[in-house]
């Protein structure tokens, strides 16, 4: 009984304090104190280290206050009774990290200190978090005064590897649209930005060894609506007006802006398959050596519904050709010149071996190499990239499709059909990164597709808050963390990109960077609200589905059954099924219900005191029928 008592108070203790704030991802530790501080001209950032990126993190939020109306000065004295104090540890602190932080919060000063400039970094983004969100909307920028709750936090992340994934091939981001990406994903303390450079709709990096990779692969023919059946195939002498690449330069400046907030970039040349855009620059490192385009999303490939699939357009390198690797090697080169940081993604996923298999020059390779099968030849060709990149003192990653035919030595593993190849993967002793379709594909729907672009396949943030990157009986040591990934088929610019990626991608961030145990789905969702009021205040979109009703239906004794849900604490749910309007003079969702016969609309809305939060959602009794699977 005095167990379940402390649980109970304990629990309470937690629930308590971190409801006083709305911070993404949740603290490792939150305790509230009855101090309020103040921010006003007369505070001033007193740098207690001579630390250039600490300075320069320093300076970061200096701007920040001045954005919003607080002029401060930066320096390595004291200045004035009111202080933010930035101190890096002379003693270090075990428990915090690199990228740990303890943050105090007092009447006439705050005082942010860890053992690396990152924990500085991580620090400020909580900061700027406690700054309530009607101080950094457009209409109070020129407030002088600003107030926040003493607390002290301690905190430090689950996972080293915290990343999100930003496709650039099917459609091309600019540089400011890349550092603003960038910028956003750090502010929810990501570290890991993977690039995802090359596919068969182009090929965004300058090699300088290889001109024709931009020169011819980086441009497409303009095709408009969705890919697939729908998008022609290019036409003779068609012009290519679409697409765009980075330059070396351009490349070295987004580095460094990423480094500037703590960010690590993760370059992906995806090889063997998935190279069109190379192949129209070089088509002699093919198996049939014709020449072919830079796909514009036309339908190119049969896929059977089980994952196997037939190519039928040639995206393959010929992995028998000796020109191959000596151009693996070219690129390679000049990748690994460019980004500083530990890993190359070299991609490996959805090669298709059917081109290989019908090749009598291929087949004459494996048989003098005694290679018994195509996945075997896979794992030749990736054996030998792995060699290629480690021997530019860099490490290799790639899909899990890398495991087949046997995995390469010193080759990491990024997880993505399932938890399957990361698990066995880390039993083989292999690092690996999770980032599972079923928890991590941000191009997933996230709402009902009355509201929402329809894809093949949908992704709650419910769904995605319930990701756990360490399966049972894996040894963690070998997890390096996860991410969520963003394909680009349904994505041509920023802001879409922005409203596909969050609050989803909040979620993976809590998970990420969070204890476990702290983790709880209404806490989450409550921060989550207050988050969508500071993307209005910044414009910038984000989706909001999670707080629309979820409307499930289904055939019971002859009668077409309804039942409506969400998420969001203390809601209600209003509809209609008599196509009359404003749904909020409809009925209180209290339970399942019958759509009846005729033609009729399913209007639905969620409500928090009194006000609509959400969409209104209108569904034909056509379309309920079918989604009962008439």
Not at 132 to 156: A, F, L, M, R, V
Not at 208 to 229: I, N
Not at 442 to 456: C, F, R
Not at 476 to 492: D, F, H, M, R, S
């Amino acid at each position: 009984m005095k167990n379940l008592l402390l649980l109970f108070l304990l629990f309470t203790f937690f629930y308590q304090s971190n409801a006083q704030h709305s911070i993404i991802p949740i603290p490792v530790n939150y305790v509230a104190n009855n101090s309020e501080f103040i921010f006003d001209d007369q505070v001033s950032l007193n740098l207690q280290t001579n630390d250039e990126q600490v300075k320069k993190y320093t300076e970061q939020f200096q701007l920040f206050l001045k954005k919003n109306g607080i002029n401060t000065s930066v320096s390595t004295t004291k200045k004035g009774n009111k202080t933010i104090d930035v101190i890096l540890n002379k003693k270090l602190q075990t428990e915090l990290g690199n990228e740990g932080y303890i943050l105090e919060v007092n009447q006439n000063n705050i005082k942010l200190t860890a053992n690396e400039p990152a924990g500085i970094f991580n620090g400020f983004q909580t900061l700027k978090q406690l700054i309530p969100i009607e101080k950094i909307s457009s209409e109070n920028k020129t407030s002088n005064q600003i107030k926040i709750k003493g607390c002290k936090i301690t905190d430090y992340p689950r996972f080293g590897w915290r990343g999100l994934m930003l496709d650039v091939s099917r459609h091309f981001f600019s540089v400011e649209d890349v550092k603003a990406y960038i910028d956003q994903m750090s502010q929810y303390k990501y570290n890991v930005f993977h690039w995802h450079l090359t596919d068969d709709e182009g090929w965004r990096i300058e090699i300088k060894s290889l001109p024709k990779l931009t020169e011819v692969g980086a441009w497409r023919v303009e095709r408009y609506g969705r890919f697939g059946e729908d998008r022609k195939a290019p036409k003779p002498g068609e012009k290519t007006p679409y697409g765009g690449f980075y330059t070396q330069e351009q490349i070295k400046e987004i580095v460094k802006y990423a480094a500037d907030r703590n960010v690590t970039i993760v370059p992906e040349i995806d090889f063997p398959g998935h190279s069109m855009a190379a192949l129209a620059a070089y088509p002699e490192l093919s198996t049939k050596k014709e020449p072919k385009s830079v796909s514009p999303g036309f339908k190119f490939a049969d896929w059977y519904g089980d994952g196997t699939f037939k190519m039928l357009v040639e995206n393959t390198l010929n992995p028998a050709d000796e020109n191959v690797y000596a151009f693996v090697d070219k690129v390679f080169t000049e990748v690994a010149a460019l980004f500083p940081g530990d890993y190359i993604h070299m991609g490996g996923d959805e090669c298709y071996h059917g081109y290989w298999d019908e090749d009598p020059k291929v087949q004459q390779f494996m048989k003098k190499n005694k290679i018994e099968n195509s996945h075997e030849l896979q794992s030749y060709f990736v054996k030998r990239v792995e060699k290629i990149i480690s021997s530019k003192g860099k490490k290799m990653i790639g899909w899990d499709e890398i495991l087949e035919g046997g995995l390469a030595d010193g080759a990491a593993v990024m997880s993505w059909r399932g938890m399957k190849g990361g698990i066995e993967a880390a039993k083989m002793g292999h690092d690996v990164v999770m980032t599972p379709t079923t928890y991590a594909y941000l191009d997933y729907t996230q709402g009902d597709h009355s509201v929402e672009n329809p894809i093949y396949a949908n992704l709650s943030l419910e769904k995605s808050y319930s990701f756990e990157p360490v399966p049972e009986g894996v040894d963690a040591k070998y997890v390096l963390g996860g991410q969520g990934n963003l394909w680009t088929e349904v994505i041509p610019n920023l802001q879409y990109a922005y409203y596909m990626t969050y609050p989803r991608a909040f979620a993976i961030a809590e998970t990420l960077w969070s204890p476990k145990e702290n983790k709880n789905l209404d806490s989450f969702i409550n921060r989550t609200e207050d988050h969508f009021n500071r993307f209005d205040a910044q414009n910038t979109n984000i989706s909001k589905a999670i707080l629309d009703p979820e409307v499930k239906v289904y055939r019971k004794d002859n009668k077409l059954m309804c039942e409506l849900k969400n998420s969001v604490p203390n809601s209600e749910i209003f509809y209609t099924i008599d196509n009359t309007y404003p749904v909020k003079f409809g009925q209180k969702y209290t339970g399942a219900f019958e759509i009846p016969a005729g033609k009729l609309n399913l209007r639905t809305q969620t409500f928090k005191n009194g006000k609509p939060i959400s969409r209104e959602l209108l569904i034909s009794r056509t379309e309920l029928d079918k989604r009962a699977g008439n």
